[in-house]
């Protein structure tokens, strides 16, 4: 068991945190995970103590459970998965390095939240390709480390963007940095030469970030990040498109994404978009739903420094015919909700409460990733389990939202239930770990495990699993990142 002391001589008495009512706050999360409660929480303040706590770690066998967003949590990824555990935090770590506009990007500390990284790009007429709706909590680091969709698949060239590099500090102790900023020469040299740190590939011919990504800290702790960001329009109009068939938009989004016309492009059933859009509850959540079609797609054009209303203009007359052969109707405002009002939701984090937290108090996401052709088919699968297993369908949020140009489609199923009732959390447990096998036998690829579903996806692969062990064994010999995660 690792001493209080030696935690002191690292980050002081005022950054480590023994309490046991404090504790019981990082024992557990919104998931179905069990609860574990850490030894203690530390708060680093800079890359040399993360460095330092992971060799007292080495030296004493003792798990270390990074975390840089705030509560609420939701995947049980920050929930110790052993005893004896140190949870490090590092929402502290609140620096932001640098937003570059001439080579759009954003360099920041992983403690820094998309509520708080927004205004600083913006000042510099650049904006994040996000995730729909982060917390004011959120991590703009862990969002990407996570994989987390972004609203704009225009940008959106691989699987891994918008992070560019990385600097991490393994389980073993070693410093690394991945992409452009491994080097040569150190950042401040780098910037001098005129390097911006965006290229995320390397260092050599081998992609660093994709062992990182999804790792759910497993492999190390990361120190900083940078970001691909895109330019501040200078003018945009956003539209919605309602249906009652999926399809019909489905077909519409593949041209929209294909000719690269839109920015934000993404569709909602209206059980999501009256839970995003609803101020007063349960009232006006009721009358949204109400007036929505089942399915509604959100999109947005923008012009920007040259010519911008008529690229707008020309943009709007090339989707007039594309939406007319789909049989559908863009228009600026859709029963209670404003296209406007929307955009304006979406480049933003969520107001508090948080918007999957309005319904009942709690919620869990089903997630995976689909092709064009399966996407419908999924959809009608969990409709169906949910139905089997007496969950309301009509009361399930459904977020769809095309990846990498159009290539894929994230599937994101909501299911919003009252964590005080027994039974409603029962049920929603027992779906959400029953569907698995179902949506994976139609198609369905589950890219980022979490929680009680993670072995059961990553026992299917034994391949895989047998090569991230033998990674994990070079870049954390003793075991002592977030154990009890993913296949580890």
Same mark, same amino acid.
């Given at each position: 068991?690792?001493?209080? @002391?030696?935690?002191?001589?690292?980050?002081?008495?005022?950054?480590?945190?023994?309490?046991?009512?404090?504790?019981?706050?990082?024992?557990?999360?919104?998931?179905?995970?069990?609860?574990?409660?850490?030894?203690?929480?530390?708060?680093?303040?800079? !890359?040399?103590? /993360?460095?330092?706590?992971?060799?007292?770690?080495?030296? !004493?066998?003792?798990? *270390?459970?990074?975390?840089?967003?705030?509560?609420p949590?939701?995947?049980?990824?920050?929930?110790?998965? #052993?005893?004896?555990?140190?949870?490090?935090?590092?929402?502290?770590?609140?620096?932001?390095?640098?937003?570059?506009?001439?080579?759009?990007?954003?360099?920041?500390?992983?403690?820094? !939240?998309?509520?708080?990284?927004?205004?600083?790009?913006?000042?510099?007429?650049?904006?994040?390709?996000?995730?729909?709706?982060?917390?004011?909590?959120?991590? #703009?680091?862990?969002?990407?480390?996570?994989?987390?969709?972004?609203?704009?698949?225009?940008?959106? $060239?691989?699987?891994?963007?918008? *992070?560019?590099?990385?600097?991490?500090i393994?389980?073993?102790?070693?410093?690394?940095?991945?992409?452009?900023?491994?080097?040569?020469?150190?950042?401040?040299?780098?910037?001098?030469?005129?390097?911006?740190?965006?290229?995320?590939?390397?260092?050599?011919?081998?992609? $660093?970030?994709?062992? /990182?990504?999804?790792?759910?800290?497993?492999?190390?702790?990361?120190?900083?990040?940078?970001?691909?960001?895109e330019l *501040?329009?200078?003018?945009?109009?956003?539209?919605?498109?309602?249906?009652?068939?999926?399809?019909?938009?489905?077909?519409?989004?593949? $041209?929209?994404?294909?000719? @690269?016309?839109?920015?934000?492009?993404?569709i909602?059933?209206?059980?999501?978009?009256a839970?995003?859009?609803?101020?007063?509850?349960?009232?006006?959540?009721?009358?949204?739903?109400?007036?929505?079609?089942? $399915?509604?797609?959100?999109?947005?054009?923008?012009?920007y420094?040259y010519?911008?209303?008529?690229? /707008?203009?020309?943009?709007?007359?090339?989707?007039?015919?594309?939406?007319?052969?789909?049989?559908?109707?863009?228009a600026?405002?859709?029963?209670? #909700?404003?296209?406007?009002e929307? *955009?304006?939701? #979406?480049?933003?984090?969520?107001?508090?409460?948080?918007?999957?937290?309005?319904?009942?108090?709690?919620?869990?996401?089903?997630?995976?990733?689909?092709?064009?052709?399966?996407?419908?088919?999924?959809?009608?699968?969990?409709?169906?389990?949910?139905?089997?297993?007496?969950?309301?369908?009509?009361?399930?949020?459904?977020?769809?939202?095309?990846?990498?140009?159009?290539?894929?489609?994230?599937?994101?199923?909501?299911?919003?239930?009252?964590p005080?009732?027994?039974?409603?959390?029962? @049920?929603?447990?027992a779906?959400?770990?029953?569907?698995?096998?179902?949506?994976?036998?139609?198609?369905?690829?589950?890219?980022?495990?979490?929680?009680?579903i993670?072995? !059961?996806?990553?026992?299917?692969?034994a391949?895989?699993?047998?090569?991230?062990?033998?990674?994990?064994?070079?870049?954390?010999?003793?075991?002592?990142?977030?154990?009890?995660?993913?296949?580890?």
């Open positions: 068991m690792i001493e209080k @002391r030696k935690l002191v001589s690292i980050v002081s008495a005022g950054n480590v945190i023994s309490e046991p009512s404090a504790l019981e706050q990082y024992a557990g999360d919104m998931s179905f995970v069990n609860k574990v409660k850490p030894d203690y929480v530390v708060k680093p303040r800079k !890359t040399d103590d /993360i460095a330092k706590l992971i060799k007292l770690a080495r030296e !004493t066998s003792t798990p *270390l459970v990074p975390v840089s967003s705030g509560a949590h939701f995947r049980g990824d920050t929930v110790p998965g #052993v005893g004896g555990a140190v949870v490090v935090d590092l929402s502290g770590m609140k620096y932001i390095i640098r937003a570059d506009r001439l080579n759009r990007v954003a360099m920041f500390e992983p403690g820094v !939240t998309f509520d708080e990284l927004i205004p600083a790009v913006t000042r510099e007429k650049l904006r994040l390709n996000m995730p729909l709706l982060p917390r004011k909590t959120k991590s #703009v680091a862990a969002s990407m480390l996570e994989r987390e969709p972004v609203l704009m698949p225009k940008y959106h $060239w691989d699987i891994a963007d918008p *992070l560019n590099c990385v600097e991490i393994y389980g073993s102790g070693e410093m690394f940095r991945t992409g452009a900023a491994a080097g040569p020469g150190s950042l401040e040299e780098q910037w001098a030469a005129g390097g911006a740190q965006v290229e995320a590939a390397g260092p050599s011919s081998a992609s $660093w970030y994709r062992i /990182i990504q999804g790792s759910q800290g497993t492999m190390g702790i990361v120190t900083w990040a940078s970001a691909r960001c *501040l329009p200078s003018l945009e109009e956003p539209f919605l498109v309602g249906s009652s068939q999926l399809d019909r938009l489905m077909e519409l989004v593949h $041209w929209l994404v294909r000719l @690269r016309i839109p920015n934000e492009c993404l909602l059933n209206n059980c999501n978009l839970a995003i859009m609803a101020e007063k509850w349960p009232q006006d959540y009721k009358a949204i739903k109400e007036s929505l079609p089942t $399915w509604i797609l959100f999109y947005n054009l923008a012009g420094d010519l911008p209303e008529e690229r /707008i203009s020309s943009q709007v007359e090339d989707i007039k015919d594309i939406a007319q052969r789909a049989g559908v109707e863009p600026h405002t859709l029963g209670g #909700v404003s296209a406007f929307l *955009l304006k939701v #979406v480049q933003a984090a969520s107001a508090e409460p948080y918007w999957k937290l309005r319904a009942k108090g709690a919620c869990h996401d089903t997630f995976f990733i689909s092709n064009f052709q399966k996407v419908g088919e999924l959809t009608d699968t969990m409709s169906g389990a949910a139905d089997k297993a007496g969950y309301p369908v009509p009361d399930m949020g459904i977020y769809i939202q095309p990846i990498v140009q159009g290539a894929n489609f994230h599937c994101e199923f909501n299911l919003f239930y009252d005080e009732n027994a039974r409603e959390t029962g @049920r929603v447990r779906l959400a770990t029953g569907t698995i096998n179902s949506l994976m036998a139609r198609g369905a690829f589950f890219s980022r495990p979490y929680g009680e993670s072995r !059961t996806i990553m026992n299917k692969d391949a895989t699993v047998m090569a991230l062990n033998k990674v994990k064994m070079i870049l954390d010999p003793d075991k002592i990142m977030n154990p009890g995660k993913l296949c580890f």
